[in-house]
């Protein structure tokens, strides 16, 4: 089964956003960065700019890398166990979910990091990060159940009936 860019588009294009955005921002950010804070919003512990780059970028290139092995390694698996033409999945289609389902944390990663240059640049967060964190889980969930409920609907309307 060949490899599409479309199975890791989701990991790459927010790697490549937290890439740029993290170019842009560096040279504006203090020598001292907070990157942790309380819940009320102020900060508890601060790291060198480089050090909170390396911690921001870090995850992003690796969950990319993660998403990218998992989608070769199943197109791999899968020359080894051929579907029958009966089959109702579609490799592809399991490929594109699992391949870009790492993008969830990746973009719970970007947001702090946006959140972590608007602090430092303009002493002000953009949200706090539980409001963030519950509304993307739920678009997740949502998300997936909508997901779910097409691949059942497709599963039943592609039943064939019994014959007599």
């Known amino acids: 089964m060949p490899l599409h860019w479309s199975y890791i588009i989701l990991p790459a294009a927010i790697c490549l956003l937290s890439l740029i955005l993290?170019?842009?921002?560096?040279?504006?950010?203090?020598?001292?960065?907070?990157?942790?804070?309380?819940?009320?919003?102020?900060?508890?512990?601060?790291?060198?700019?480089?050090?909170?780059?390396?911690?921001?970028?870090?995850p992003q290139f690796l969950f990319s890398l993660l998403g990218g092995a998992i989608v070769w390694g199943t197109a791999r698996l899968s020359t080894l166990f051929r579907q029958t033409e009966a089959a109702r999945a579609k490799p592809q289609t399991a490929l594109l979910f699992i391949g870009n389902i790492v993008a969830l944390p990746q973009?719970?990663?970007?947001?702090?990091?946006?959140?972590?240059?608007?602090?430092?640049?303009?002493?002000?967060h953009l949200l706090p990060m539980w409001i963030f964190l519950l509304i993307i889980f739920g678009l997740a969930t949502v998300g997936l159940g909508l997901f779910f409920a097409l691949?059942?609907?497709?599963?039943r309307r592609r039943v064939i009936p019994p014959e007599d």
Request: proline share 3%.
């Open 22 to 58: 993290a170019g842009c921002f560096y040279h504006q950010l203090p020598a001292e960065v907070a990157c942790h804070f309380e819940l009320d919003g102020s900060p508890d512990q601060w790291l060198s700019r480089e050090v909170t780059m390396a911690w921001v970028l870090g």
């Open 151 to 155: 691949i059942i609907f497709r599963a």
């Open 107 to 124: 973009l719970i990663v970007c947001f702090a990091m946006v959140d972590i240059f608007s602090y430092n640049l303009y002493q002000t």
